[in-house]
């Protein structure tokens, strides 16, 4: 069964815009991390929050959790063409072993 | 070596016949996953291993499918009696710390296993 659950299923803006996509999970977590997935390639760790903490930056990257909510977001500044691509949360349970993915958001930036 | 290696990068199966999927993880990391990824899907858990124990295989769907890591590191997928059903990428993924923590889990490029 899928834990997290990302919103949009499907993102589609113009180069430069910012992209933001939301992510729902059930139970308590260690913590959350997104990936990222080329069409047909393997996945690539973006960043990982804890369940600690509330908000986390990488380069174009920010990342919020809130665990009262279970609910996580990823935030793409100046997005490029290059981003194109599929985006999963992944939270991680199941005594800090098991990182369980949702359906994605497929994110598509138009030049 | 670099990353995580994954073998065949492509199988195509006939029904009924046994694979064997092959992960040879970062030299290192202690922790090795296996997910099975169908198409438009995320990734589902299938097992996994601390060094040579397989500590979690609740994700395997059915006894036809069997992990082993012997020696604590390469790691075979095996599927016996192939179905149609089992058509999908398989992904193997290594981890240095406990849940990811210093660096997330680093995935393979996956086998692709098609069953026809």
């Known amino acids: 069964s899928q834990q997290g659950e990302e919103d949009p299923q499907a993102l589609s803006i113009q180069e430069g815009e910012n992209a933001t996509m939301n992510c729902s999970y059930k139970?308590?977590?260690?913590?959350l991390q997104w990936y990222r997935q080329n069409s047909g390639r393997g996945l690539v760790h973006l960043i990982l929050?804890?369940?600690?903490?509330r908000e986390k930056h990488s380069g174009r990257l920010r990342v919020t959790l809130d665990t009262s909510k279970k609910s996580s977001s990823l935030l793409i500044t100046a997005s490029r063409a290059a981003d194109t691509a599929s985006y999963f949360c992944a939270p991680l349970t199941g005594g800090g072993n098991k990182l369980t993915f949702g359906t994605g958001t497929q994110l598509k930036v138009e030049l | 070596g670099a990353g995580v290696s994954q073998s065949p990068r492509y199988k195509v199966a006939k029904r009924g016949q046994d694979v064997a999927l092959r992960c040879d993880p970062i030299s290192g990391h202690v922790s090795l996953f296996w997910y099975q990824q169908a198409l438009g899907q995320g990734p589902e858990f299938l097992t996994y291993f601390q060094n040579e124990a397989q500590l979690d295989k609740s994700g395997l769907p059915s006894d036809r499918f069997f992990a082993e890591r012997p020696e604590g590191s390469v790691s075979t997928l095996k599927i016996q009696r192939t179905q149609q059903e089992d058509s999908a990428v398989y992904l193997c993924?290594?981890?240095?710390?406990?849940?990811?923590?210093?660096?997330?889990?680093?995935f393979g490029s996956g086998t692709r296993l098609t069953v026809v």
């Open positions: 139970t308590s977590i260690n913590n």
């Open positions: 993924a290594s981890s240095l710390a406990l849940g990811g923590e210093m660096a997330g889990y680093t």
């Open positions: 929050i804890r369940s600690n903490e």
